[in-house]
């Protein structure tokens, strides 16, 4: 790699670490604390045992709590290091730093990050990234404020110049913009040469306005696993249809149809009657596994084998995330993969 080569790796590529924040009171899981603390543990396990996890803590005694937490459940402890910094929630996806391989060193591209367009206060998130950063988190970096709003759980790359992404959530953050000009902003930032656009896909008890990784990723440069849904019966039956008709006609950068991997629909979880999104889709991938949300449903077990004909050199780590689906996320959403040699 030249030292003016800039891109954006794929979540598949070799990671330094797992970046998180310890939910606590001052967060929106103060009402089912313990139920979504025990979902943050056995997500840590599951990282440490494949790579390092760096966990953000609110203060000194947020720190001390988790670390007794961890330590009580057999974690190994040296593969978890914590960072004291402010947050509003812990939606790391979406406030964390999209990260790019500059030359030898890194690029952290520092977007604003308004509560999903304002939905919610998200003050302390926005300075997130500049705050870790001024504290030397990361090695050989630059950081690059850009005043436009993007999550990371709004985009998709393959790591070879192709961007997934869904018109809905950006054309709902920036109203006013083309899809040209948002297909030429996003290419410029991200060091992309193509953008697919998906026109379907949403999930009821999403407050993203649909983002791509709770309906489809890249395992590959040839390969998108998908959220499918195939009970005609189902609210989300005609979105997600079209949606995967609309995967079907995309094409590589070679010319060849992708390969597809649709993953089953878990029956409907209601919670005080709102329905929650239970996406399959919300999948994080580490160094040699891919860790995949559970819901506590007779389609776990498929998601995991459609998973592991995806992704058929890694484990298939199943992580119990219903908890965290009831605040309107799932397993990628509260995480953010920082590549080999940033931490």
């Known amino acids: 790699m030249t030292e003016h080569t ?21 967060t929106d899981w103060a009402e089912r604390l313990g139920e979504v603390e025990e979902t943050y543990i056995a997500l840590v396990a599951a990282i440490t045992r494949f790579q390092p996890v760096v966990i953000c803590v609110a203060d000194d005694d947020v720190e001390s ?7 009580s459940n057999r974690i190994d402890m040296d593969r978890v290091r914590f960072v004291g910094v402010p947050y509003d929630d812990t939606w790391l996806r979406d406030s964390g730093p999209i990260t790019l391989r500059h030359g030898r060193g890194f690029r952290l591209l520092d977007f604003r990050f308004t509560g999903w367009g ?29 005043a436009f709003a993007l999550e990371g759980g709004a985009i998709d790359t393959d790591g ?17 913009a083309s899809r040209q000009e948002l297909t030429t902003k996003l290419s410029g930032w991200l060091a992309q040469d193509r953008v697919l656009w998906l026109d379907h896909g949403y999930l009821e008890g999403d407050d993203t306005d649909a983002h791509v990784d709770t309906l489809a990723r890249f395992a590959a440069e040839d390969a998108i696993v998908f959220q499918g849904c195939d009970d005609p019966g189902d609210s989300h039956h005609s979105e997600l249809q079209a949606m995967a008709a609309e995967l079907a006609a995309l094409r ?16 409907p979880i209601i919670d005080e009657g709102r329905r929650l999104a239970a996406s399959y889709a919300n999948f994080l991938i580490v160094n040699g596994a891919v ?32 908890p965290l689906i009831w605040q309107n996320g799932s397993l990628h959403c509260i995480t953010m993969q920082l590549p080999e040699g940033l931490v």
């Open 252 to 267: 590589t950068r070679s010319g060849t149809p992708y390969r597809l991997f649709p993953l089953p629909w878990a029956k």
């Open 160 to 176: 070879a110049g192709t961007l997934l992404t869904t018109w809905r959530c950006l054309h709902e953050r920036h109203p006013d």
């Open 65 to 71: 709590y988790a670390q007794a937490r961890l330590s």
């Open 118 to 146: 304002g939905k919610f206060d998200a003050s302390q998130d926005d300075l997130l990234v500049e705050r870790l950063h001024a504290q030397g988190l990361f090695a050989d970096s630059m950081r690059d404020s850009i």
């Open 291 to 322: 860790l995949m949300p559970a819901y506590g449903d007779a389609a776990d077990a498929a998601a995991a084998a459609v998973m592991q004909q995806a992704f058929p050199d890694r484990e298939i780590v199943r992580v119990p995330c219903r």
């Open 6 to 26: 800039v891109r954006f790796p794929a979540e598949w590529e070799s990671q330094s670490a797992i970046l998180i924040a310890w939910p606590n009171a001052g």
